[in-house]
């Protein structure tokens, strides 16, 4: 008799002792939550993408202002990669609209993504290579060029007034491809889908495009990549 009190009084203790970590650790994770989404909170995010952003990139990328519920969607301003003082990317605002469960899930989902007034400015450089192409360092593209090992969908993409500029001419032969595009509006749907090749190359990456009004898709298709060393 005297074990089984004793037994369930050590029963009592730990249930106590679990209740009370429970607690405390979901106090913490609303302290942790309430905290991050102060403005405080959401700079030390915005300067943590652009610096380990900055580590895989030739140029440099910088954000004016990150905004929104981290948890539901959150709206990144002034957003630019320039490189040598000459602007290669500028859009005035990305709009991500996504759920933490989704992002967590084995495939990623992102609902929706909106991007007002991109500019893009391509130019050819010394090589003939146009610089847009070289704005992943080089290292860092080889140890990423199988790609991301999960499904990535996103659901909705919509470019609003971009603007694409070359100032270089982009020539196929004969023709002559015009080097201004302004007043860009579009539609877009992406989803990526790894495919297990055989050893020596990387996933086959095979996507759709949607676009237009009446959802015309279109298919794309990369073809393998090679790992690294192979």
Not at 23 to 36: D, H, M, Q, R
Not at 98 to 103: A, T
Not at 149 to 155: D, K, N, S, T, V
């Amino acid at each position: 008799m005297t074990r089984l009190r004793r037994l369930r009084s050590v029963s009592t203790i730990l249930a106590k002792a679990l209740i009370v970590i429970v607690a405390t650790l979901l106090v913490l994770l609303g302290i942790l939550l309430a905290v991050i989404e102060t403005g405080w909170g959401k700079n030390l995010i915005r300067d943590l993408i652009v610096r380990q952003a900055n580590n895989f990139l030739t140029a440099t990328l910088s954000i004016g202002r990150l905004e929104g519920s981290l948890l539901r969607g959150i709206d990144l301003g002034d957003v630019s990669v320039a490189r040598g003082g000459r602007t290669l990317v500028r859009v005035d605002e990305i709009a991500l609209r996504y759920s933490i469960r989704e992002l967590l899930q084995r495939g990623v989902v992102i609902r929706s993504v909106r991007l007002t007034r991109p500019y893009v400015a391509g130019a050819k450089m010394a090589d003939g290579h146009w610089d847009l192409s070289a704005l992943v360092k080089r290292e860092s593209s080889e140890d990423r060029r199988t790609g991301p090992g999960r499904p990535i969908e996103i659901q909705s993409i919509e470019v609003i007034d971009g603007h694409v500029s070359l100032h270089d001419p982009l020539d196929f032969g004969a023709a002559h491809v015009p080097t201004d595009f302004a007043a860009l509006n579009a539609s877009l749907a992406f989803a990526y889908v790894p495919v297990p090749l055989p050893a020596g190359l990387g996933a086959y990456v095979a996507f759709r495009l949607r676009y237009g009004s009446l959802g015309e898709e279109a298919p794309v298709d990369v073809p393998p990549m090679p790992r690294s060393g192979h």
